[in-house]
């Protein structure tokens, strides 16, 4: 699964290549990709918009246009390929003409990506719609702070592991992300999250903006293809928790542990009950 550092590399790679190309035509080969409007009038809806940015909410790929937004969601295995106008590949379920000639195809081995389509309406208002509406802050959003998470956590008796990945609370942190972020924290990801005391919501804020940084930072310097998967190489090897057997800081085994189904790594004496 994409992961918002991942997400981002897509978006910078992506935005070279197809600002200021206009969408002639639209093919839709698996319909179920589109959540919004109907088939239909997203077909009717798209043509001759031109791409004028392209922005990230949480997981979100968001294309701006002329009138509108075009939400784009990867899930698990969706990609965004530039090719000539030459012949569909299996697993190329959309495909946009461009005028340049150029076609911008939309590539998923799963199929379980979505696409939303909103004309007329401001950014402000795209956020209050489907499915944007249901998202958490942005982790870099000035507005993350601890009044706010500590609000959102007041009930929550779930593991705090858990509920980081909770996209109505933060939206963008994945599984190898939240590890990282609790073991900077010196967080048990089993603590419930309305136990956490405000300077460990400090820290968590702090360092879930300190490794989505460093991974998209990375993740911009080894992904040269504007389609990724998994977690870019480079951030890989900077890993201090997730999939290690020792901890880097005090030398004791990781203990590895299934949190909501996640496989969660943690040092037990840094990150103490
Ligand atoms: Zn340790």
Redesign the pocket.
Known sequence: MPELPEVETVRNTLKHLVIGEEIQDVDIYYERIIQYPTVTLFKKQIKGEKIQDVLRYGKYLIFKLTKGFLISHLRMEGKYFLRENEEKEKHEHIIFYLKSGKTLRYHDVRKFGTMHLYLDLSYEELLKKEPLNKLGLEPFSNSLNTEYLKDKLKTKSQAIKQLLLDQSIITGIGNIYADEIL?MARINPKKAGKLLNNDELEKIIKYTKVVLEKAIQLGGTTIRSYSSDGISGLFQNELL?HTKEK??????D?TKIKIGGRSTYY?????KE
Not at 247 to 252: A, L, Q, Y
């Open positions: 073991f928790v901890c880097p800081v005090c030398g004791k990781i040092c037990e004496y840094c990150q």
